[in-house]
């Protein structure tokens, strides 16, 4: 149901939102972007919908509220074991298209991939979105070549246009943030035509892993992992334990995200690891992105945010590298 309403109403209606629930928003953070003297957009708590960053895409996504990047997942002493209380408040994650697809695909991992993360599920069933418009595409991302670019799985749509507000709403107990607000036709903001074009390559097989193309890519790459923190559908962690000084008996296990492109990723016991090059590792990330994910559940992993472009310190792009597979493909 659509409804137009004031930017007074919709401030009021967002501070009792702030007091219900948790919300979630990419917000513009001076200063604390990764090098000196520069910002960052990343996700956090606004108290007002002037916080929230409206026109630019985030740098790291909203995955970082369903997923915590460090999650005590139990406390133990000599005897007993205890369990990190869950959110006890709903949540709100404002996001965007590309990003609502991506929730799809965390969905996939952790709940219809075997037994449900029993973490996640918790976070996850608290979970609404809200769906922020794209009136024009990012520079970098590629979502109508992923067909990420629309969505109708949001919970209620917000957009500011000067004093008005408009607002559609797909979830009952969302209906009071419309409260004396007029009816009105919203249809969401979507792009239809991205700057960035993305072919995927549709031959791939386990052929494919012999390719050049991954030594050339991974040589420039230095294994930082900032391209799978930035990726809203990338899902591993590793495990830490931890033991406190004052008692070592007594600790707690944390999950910590991790890098499949980051040294030691794939070793296991005895010093073994599986692919040895970091050119391997950028065929690992890659493939799994286009072709292994795909494979197994019906449609690729990349959302075509582009976020991986943007963040690598190298400049190494990710889809110029599909971009070339496909063409490579396309010349036999
Ligand atoms: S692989 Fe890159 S473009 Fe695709 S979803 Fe991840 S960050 Fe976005
Ligand atoms: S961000 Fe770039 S340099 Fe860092 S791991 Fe990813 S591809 Fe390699």
């Given amino acids: 149901m659509g409804y137009q309403m004031t930017r007074a109403q919709a401030d009021a209606q967002f501070r009792r939102w702030t007091e219900q629930y948790e919300v979630y928003a990419p917000m513009l953070m001076k200063g ?23 026109a630019e ?55 219809h991939n075997g037994n449900p993360d029993f973490y996640y599920n918790r976070v996850r069933e608290k979970a609404k979105f809200i769906l922020m418009g794209c009136p024009a595409t990012c520079a970098s991302g590629f979502c109508v070549s992923m067909g990420t670019n629309t ?45 960035e074009k993305v072919t995927l390559p549709k031959k791939l097989s386990n052929e494919s892993f012999t390719k050049e193309i991954w030594q050339e890519y991974g040589a420039r790459c230095i294994g930082c992992g900032r391209c799978n923190f930035a990726c809203p559908t990338c899902t591993c962690f590793t495990m830490q334990d931890i033991f406190y000084q004052d008692n070592p008996r007594a ?11 980051v040294e030691g990723f794939d070793e296991i016991a005895g ?20 072709y292994d994910f795909e494979k ?10 582009g976020r991986c472009d943007d ?9 110029n590298l599909v971009n070339r597979l496909a063409k490579e493909e396309e010349e036999g």
């Avoid at 707690?252 to 890098?259: D, H, N, P, Y």
């Avoid at 559940?297 to 945010?305: A, D, E, I, R, S």
């Fill in 57 to 111: 895409k985030s740098d790291y996504s909203f995955k970082e509220v369903l997923i915590a990047i460090n999650e005590t997942l139990f406390y133990y002493t000599e005897d007993q074991t205890i369990l990190p209380k869950g959110p006890e408040k709903e949540i709100l994650i404002f996001l965007r298209s590309c990003d609502l697809h991506a929730v799809k695909r965390l969905d996939q991992i952790y709940l």
């Fill in 151 to 195: 969505t109708d799985a949001y919970n209620a749509y917000l957009k500011l246009d000067g004093d008005k507000v408009y607002v559609d709403i797909r979830d009952e107990a969302l209906v009071g943030f419309a409260a004396d607000a007029a009816a009105a036709d919203v249809t969401p903001d979507f792009v239809t035509e991205n700057e």
């Fill in 271 to 290: 010093g073994i690891k599986f692919r040895k090059t970091q050119g391997d590792q950028m065929r690992f990330k890659v493939m799994h992105k286009i």
């Fill in 251 to 261: 600790g707690e296990r944390r999950r910590v995200w991790a890098s499949c492109q």
């Fill in 311 to 319: 963040i690598c310190p190298e400049y190494i792009s990710y889809s």
């Fill in 32 to 54: 604390e972007g990764c090098f000196s003297d520069t910002d960052i957009i990343r996700y956090g708590k606004p108290a007002s919908l002037d916080e929230i960053e409206w």
């Fill in 296 to 305: 197994r559940f019906g449609y690729p992993m990349c959302v075509g945010c």
